[in-house]
């Protein structure tokens, strides 16, 4: 496993670097695995930094980042689009993170390849979670990662309480990320 750059912590966001980290580890260790990287939400790009520098670092596949940016949503006065674009180019990730402007919904129904990765960090309501991990979770491979953000929060941990125990082995929690690993074939 190779490094991830500390001026990481530079790029607007909420995932730690104890949590960037283990994201790293887990893809990783995904290498072998057949498919590509999928995320869900971005804001301005620090877990698609964290991601992209591994594939630029030799981790296998590509990264696609799904978030609509709907109606250059500005959250907390920043234009994330712009802010994620930005860092894109100033890590020099564009050949390995393609940016999906659209719903998980609706890039999910274009979407016919395995995921070796999976990462939800968008809507987190309880609806919209379970919602994602219905819609994505079946394309995860065998051993295969599925990862959520924000895990302690009310939304994301409800719907997370309620994962197939028979197919989804907790691996590990990370500040608030919580990791599991697909274990039915």
């Not at 590509?36 to 030799?58: A, F, H, M, P, W």
């Amino acid at each position: 496993m190779f490094g991830i750059p500390t001026s990481i912590r530079n790029i607007l966001g909420w995932l730690s670097i104890e949590e960037a980290m283990a994201i790293s580890k887990c893809v990783w260790e995904s290498g072998g695995f057949p498919g590509d990287l999928v995320e869900i939400g971005n804001y301005c790009g620090k877990s698609t930094v964290v991601i992209g520098e591994c594939l630029k670092q030799g981790a296998s596949g590509i990264l696609y980042s799904v978030d609509p940016h709907e109606d250059g949503l500005k959250l907390y006065g920043v234009d994330s689009l712009k802010k994620l674009i930005d860092n894109l180019e100033k890590y020099h990730l564009n050949e390995y993170v393609i940016i999906t402007e659209e719903t998980s919904e609706e890039f999910s129904k274009k979407w016919d390849g395995p995921i070796k990765l999976l990462f939800i960090d968008g809507d987190h309501s309880y609806e919209a979670v379970k919602t994602d991990i219905l819609r994505w979770s079946d394309k995860v491979v065998y051993l295969g990662w599925m990862l959520f953000h924000d895990s302690n929060e009310g939304g994301v941990a409800h719907a997370i309480s309620e994962l197939d125990k028979d197919k989804w082995g907790f691996q590990e929690q990370v500040g608030s990320l919580t990791i599991w690993r697909n274990r039915v074939r």
